[in-house]
């Protein structure tokens, strides 16, 4: 059985979404309308290429989670309401 979520204006961050299962669940949400924030330690070309396809609805931010001042700085980054994260 096929079933879809509507994640249209959604507030998702995911971390380590600049490549392989991260940077696909991106694609799929920013696909289906919803605003995504990337939490990573590296830019990629593909990064920068959905900043630019979606400019108004894909944000990167340079984050290593495993440094809690990091972290703290990428929380004060994100929208004021986080509807889903992804702890990838």
């Known amino acids: ?4 979520l509507d994640v249209k204006d959604l507030n998702v961050v995911i971390t380590g979404a600049s490549s392989g299962i991260g940077l696909a669940i991106s694609k799929a949400f920013l696909q289906k309308d919803a605003s995504v924030m990337n939490w990573d330690i590296r830019k990629t070309a593909e990064v920068t290429q959905l900043m630019d396809t979606y400019r108004n609805s894909y944000q ?5 989670v495993t440094d809690e001042s990091s972290v703290k700085k990428a929380v004060e980054a994100a929208p004021a309401r986080v509807d889903v994260l992804v702890n990838n």
């Open 60 to 64: 990167y931010l340079e984050v290593d």
């Open 1 to 4: 059985m096929m079933w879809e």
